[in-house]
Structures are given as structure tokens and as C-alpha cells.
Nanobody, 123 residues
Framework: QVQLVESGGGLVQAGGSLRLSCAAS????????MGWFRQAPGKEREFVAG???????AYADSVKGRFTISRDNAKNTVYLQMSSLKPGDTAVYYC?????????????????WGQGSQVTVSS
């Protein structure tokens, strides 16, 4: 059974930093795409960042230059380093993984999901 377990969310002031982690179990995703999505209250889930099976990355325009996605294949874990956080980044952040190699920007392309981690940025 595949599980994605997230950690690292919390409350931070604007301008601060947080790092989210997503540990996968049940199969390896070293050659698969993994990503992060977020959903704010009353809004649809949106793509934040993704990493292809070869390590190529993609970011939403709203987080470029502030967020960095990375992975540790030995630990089967993907990370999202978030810096210069803004109140507009407040959302539940979800880790996602797909069986395919390439990053997709839509949530329906992903096969596995974490439980979500709340990130709150105060002004």
C-alpha cells in the first residue's frame, strides 16, 4: 500500500521560511514525477511545484524564486523549501506522486496523495 506522509507545516510570519517533507512508502518514486499542490479556503487546488523522474523542476509563477522542490531518492522523500512567505501562501499543502515520468500541472494526473499539511502565514 502506497502512503505519502507529509510533515513540516505550521504558522510563520510573513517573510519567514518553512520546509515541507513528504516521505513515501510502499513503492519507490525515484523515476516518477512528484509534486506539491495547495488549496486555500474557497479556492481550487493548484499546482505549486513538481519534479520529474530525471530531476527537472517546474514551478507556479506565484512561487518562482521563493520555493524550491528537491528530493532524496535514498529516503524516498521529496521536500518543498519555502522562503519569503506571504499571507497569500496560506493553504493546505498536499504532496502528490504519479506513476509517470513527467510533471503535470493538473491534480487529476497524480495517482497518490498525502493527507495535507497546513501552512499559515501571518502578516
Amino acid at each position: 500500500q502506497v502512503q505519502l506522509v507529509e510533515s513540516g507545516g505550521g504558522l510563520v510570519q510573513a517573510g519567514g521560511s518553512l520546509r515541507l517533507s513528504c516521505a513515501a512508502s510502499g513503492r519507490t518514486f525515484s523515476r516518477s514525477a512528484m509534486g506539491w499542490f495547495r488549496q486555500a479556503p474557497g479556492k481550487e487546488r493548484e499546482f505549486v511545484a513538481g519534479l520529474s523522474g530525471s530531476g527537472g523542476s517546474a514551478y507556479a509563477d506565484s512561487v518562482k524564486g521563493r520555493f524550491t522542490i528537491s528530493r532524496d531518492n535514498a529516503k524516498n522523500t521529496v521536500y518543498l523549501q519555502m522562503s519569503s512567505l506571504k499571507p497569500g501562501d496560506t493553504a493546505v499543502y498536499y504532496c502528490a506522486a504519479r506513476s509517470g515520468f513527467y510533471v503535470h500541472l493538473t491534480s487529476d494526473a497524480y495517482d497518490y496523495w498525502g493527507q495535507g499539511s497546513q501552512v499559515t502565514v501571518s502578516s
